[in-house]
């Protein structure tokens, strides 16, 4: 994934992921600016090792954002299915 691909899925994740995102920073002990605009990062700077975390990290958002969709799908078909009104 290129930088500025996972740049833009970081920062479309809700505000959750990225304290997530930014625990995976803190722990890998990685320096980051901050001002009232929030927090930032020269992902170009970065180890190859913490790219790959958040890479992975990123990769399991999608997932997980996958599977919530299937279940609310098959909530939503088995609401209509069996408790409809006709």
Do not use: C, P
Request: overall charge negative; proline content about 0%.
């Amino acid at each position: 994934m290129s930088l500025t691909t996972l740049r833009d899925k970081i920062e479309n994740m809700t505000t959750s992921h990225q304290e997530d995102i930014m625990k995976i920073l803190n722990d890998n002990n990685v320096d980051m600016s901050s001002n009232s605009n929030g927090s930032f990062v020269n992902l170009s700077s970065l180890h190859d090792s913490v790219i790959e975390k958040l890479e992975k990290y990123s990769e399991y958002v999608d997932a997980q954002e996958k599977e919530l969709e299937i279940i609310e799908d098959e909530k939503q078909h088995l609401k209509s299915t069996f408790f409809s009104n006709t």
